[in-house]
């Protein structure tokens, strides 16, 4: 005879008055692929601007008598930077078609939703420190007989310094909806409210 009582540790009692199957209906389950969709686009963009950046600045060489990008800190410290993020957006991009395509995160929900959230702000913060630093040394460059001497070496940093600032907030939007995701899963207990 079994007993009436209810399974501990785990075991499944569907008959228990406790026990509510939740309801996923076809419109929340679009309404999360379009919110991992728009989450993709982001980090695409995102890598497309950092991996440009990263080439615009690794490229930005004139001659032996024009200024390398890799005699500065600055300069050097903006290209790992933005190669970094390059790296960690492909990543999250695989992490992101793996969890539009299948319905599943590629690790726990809970881990890979503070995994994105905090990798996510981490470096969003190192391409802001990069790109700022980019930036004052740039005008520095500007303010002395660099600029003058080779206008093409200083364009084309420039060019890789807005190129860093696109990513940046293209990481920060991104930052922005795994931060949503996380307020979801701590009231909701999922990633999204369904």
Request: positive net charge.
């Amino acid at each position: 005879m079994r007993s009436p009582q209810p399974l501990r540790n785990g075991g499944d009692n569907s008959c228990s008055p406790s026990h509510n199957p939740r309801f996923h209906s076809t419109v929340a389950e679009h309404k999360l692929r379009r919110f991992n969709l728009l989450i993709l686009v982001f980090r695409l963009s995102s890598f497309s601007f950092s991996l440009a950046s990263s080439v615009f600045m690794l490229t930005n060489t004139r001659g032996s008598y024009s200024p390398h990008w890799y005699h500065y800190d600055t300069f050097r410290f903006f290209l790992a930077a933005n190669a970094i993020v390059a790296v960690y957006s492909v990543f999250e991009m695989g992490a992101s078609v793996w969890e539009i395509s299948r319905g599943v995160t590629l690790f726990p929900e809970v881990l890979q939703i503070w995994f994105d959230f905090g990798h996510d702000q981490v470096f969003a913060y190192l391409l802001l420190s990069a790109s700022a630093a980019g930036t004052s040394m740039a005008r520095t460059l500007k303010e002395m007989e660099t600029c003058r001497a080779s206008n093409a070496f200083c364009v084309q940093t420039d060019i890789a310094i807005a190129l860093g600032y696109a990513a940046f907030l293209f990481l920060g939007f991104t930052s922005l909806l795994t931060g949503f995701r996380v307020v979801s899963f701590i009231i909701n207990g999922s990633r999204f409210h369904l």
